[in-house]
């Protein structure tokens, strides 16, 4: 069955950095785009960065551009989001999501979420 883990959140000062990764299994990794969603308390859970399934196109949050990175290995069926310059407003659960077809459609996949905390 399909399964993404998170994993790399944690409590950062503000300015620093984090990674987070997300294990896939259960599918095809390298022929699906990957994309990293963020919850914060109170928020509805907004995209935050997208990579298509060879790596060669990707997308940013305007809140993100410039602070993070999204990148993947397809050998080992991991997606990666390089956090730097963190603010307060990063805060989030942090989820990895991939959106695979089903026989009536299409269907979104999540992990179970990584905390990132940023805060002084």
């Known amino acids: 069955q399909v399964q993404l883990v998170e994993s790399g959140g944690g409590l950062v000062r503000p300015g620093g950095s984090l990674r987070l990764s997300c294990a896939a299994s259960?599918?095809?990794?390298?022929?699906?785009?990957m994309t990293w969603y963020r919850q914060a308390p109170g928020k509805e859970r907004e995209l935050v960065a997208a990579?298509?399934?060879?790596?060669?196109?990707?997308n940013y949050a305007d809140s993100v551009k410039g602070r993070f990175t999204i990148s993947r290995d397809n050998a080992k069926k991991r997606v990666y989001l390089q956090m730097n310059s963190l603010k307060s407003e990063d805060t989030a659960v942090y989820y990895c999501?991939?959106?695979?077809?089903?026989?009536?459609?299409?269907?979104?996949?999540w992990g179970q979420g990584t905390q990132v905390t940023v805060s002084s």
């Open positions: 259960g599918f095809t990794f390298s022929s699906y785009t």
């Open positions: 999501n991939a959106d695979l077809p089903i026989l009536t459609g299409w269907a979104g996949y």
């Open positions: 990579i298509t399934s060879a790596g060669g196109r990707t």
